[in-house]
C-alpha cells in the first residue's frame, strides 16, 4: 500500500472512529435528559435508580430489596416501586405508551413475585374504558397473597390534553380495576395528592387503568374523596414500611 493510500485509509479511520464518539456521546446526553426529564418529584434523595431510558423491556427482571425506594428510568415510562417484602419482577411496556410517571407501594404478607404488564390498551378479553388517558397496568403475584398496595399516576393536565388530543380534567380522574367475574371495569376512590399524583388504595391486584368519568350518575359519588377508608390503608402501608425498616435498622 502507498503511503497516499495507507494515509486515506488512516483518515477514514479516524473519521469513523470520530462519527462514533459523537454519536455515543449525543445518545448519553439525549438518554441523561430523558432520565432527568421524567424525574418524580417526590422521588427520595436515597432512592436506588437505574437509568434504563434506553429500554423498552419486554420480560426484563428486576430484583427489589424489602424497605428500599427503587426508580427505573425506562424508555416511556418511570416507575418508583418500594415493597416491604423481597420482591422479583418481570417487567414489560408496550412501545406504544407515552411517556408516564407511576408508583407502586405494597405491603405483601410474603415474598413475591410480580408481573407487571404496562400497555396503551386493555389485554384481550377487556374492555375497552372511554376517556381512558391510554395507560393500562397489569399486575399479576405469582401466587395467591395478602397486600396493601397504593397506586399513583403523576398527572399533567397539559400534555395529556395536547397528547389526546381532547381537555383533560383531572377532577374528574380515577382508578379502575377490571372485575374478572362482573366482566366490567370498577371505579376506585382516588384523590389528587399534593405531588399531581392521581392516588387509590387497593388490597387487590388486577388490570389498572385511570379515565375520566361524566355526571351520569353511574359512577359512585364522591369518588375523588378522601376518605377515612383511604386514610387507614394509606396509614397501614406507611406504618408497616417504618416498622420493617426500624427492625432492619436495628438486626
Known sequence: ???????????????????????????????????????????????LQYNRTDVTPSGYMETLQAMEMNAFFYRNVTLMMNCTRNCEMNVTID????????????????????TMNVSASPPQGEAVMEHTLNFYMGLEPSATLQLQAQLRLLINQT????????????????????????????????????????????????????????????????????????????????AALWKRKRQKQES
Open 159 to 238: 400534555e395529556l390534553s395536547a397528547e389526546l388530543g381532547r381537555e383533560v380534567n383531572a377532577s374528574r380522574l380515577t382508578w379502575m380495576y377490571w372485575n374478572r367475574t362482573q366482566a366490567q371495569w370498577v371505579p376506585v376512590e382516588s384523590y389528587m395528592d399534593q405531588n399531581g399524583y392521581l392516588v387509590c388504595n387497593t388490597d387487590h391486584f388486577s388490570t389498572w387503568t385511570v379515565a375520566e368519568v361524566d355526571s351520569s350518575g353511574e359512577v359512585p359519588e364522591n369518588i375523588h374523596t378522601y376518605t377515612v377508608v383511604g386514610s387507614v390503608v394509606a396509614v397501614t402501608v406507611a
Open 1 to 47: 500500500m502507498t503511503t497516499k493510500k495507507r494515509g486515506a485509509a488512516g483518515l477514514a479511520a479516524l473519521s469513523l472512529l470520530t462519527l462514533l464518539t459523537v454519536s455515543a456521546f449525543i445518545s448519553v446526553q439525549a438518554n441523561g435528559q430523558t432520565m432527568r426529564d421524567n424525574i418524580p418529584p417526590d422521588m427520595p434523595a436515597n432512592a
Open 95 to 114: 412501545p406504544q405508551v407515552r411517556n408516564r410517571i407511576v408508583a407502586v407501594t405494597v405491603d405483601p404478607n410474603k415474598t413475591m413475585m410480580l
